[in-house]
DNA sequence: TAAACAAGTTTAAAATATAAACCAAAATAT
DNA sequence: ATATTTTGGTTTATATTTTAAACTTGTTTA
């Protein structure tokens, strides 16, 4: 029987920004904003909710004046990421 | 760069839907509704979705006196659903 | 010092998913 | 015979989610 699949993760835009940690760990939001073509204001809002559910964490600061925000990938977040890469798999037919 | 993800299928149910009729190239509504475990009135609704882009075609009939809904896939539906598989192997790493 | 720009956030609108309520016909119980 | 329940759905109203437009705060440039 095909299982539940994680809703935080099922969401195009949350999965690409997951995607991009998983390789790379940590990323600005700026970069993040690039490689996912999102407006600012829909990358904010996906961002907040992989936050919120501690997928990542976000830290606010200054590079040089200007503010940078950088998202990092947590431990939970990666375990959710895999368990929804095998839960997929059985609806992909892999 | 990550393609956008057809938004048709990226539904839990209609890929549901689509992973069993990928299989069994056809089956039943009520079929269909064991195995997603969804509510007729959701399933009907996606159904409807996934015959007016062509994935999927509806003929309804008797089964002895009981309606019956049978869904079949459709040329244009496999290669969709192959095409989301491949974009989505890029957003998963594999 | 006014105008444009950068880096985000907040909010309101649009789209989507979901289930509750409904319908028609058949089977079952009274 | 006639209520009552069950089966196989559809329609519609609500809840949720996504998305982008509008806004904020501070910075650089003209």
Redesign the pocket.
Known sequence: MLKKLD?IL?????LAVMSLLISLTKA???YL?EQTN????????????LEEVGYIT?E?GY???????ICTISKKGIDAFEQYVNDLKEYLKM
């Open positions: 809703p099922h969401s195009e835009l949350r600005e939001f700026t904003k999102a407006t600012a204001g829909n990358l904010s809002v996906q961002i907040t909710k976000v606010k590079k040089g004046k200007v503010p940078q925000t």
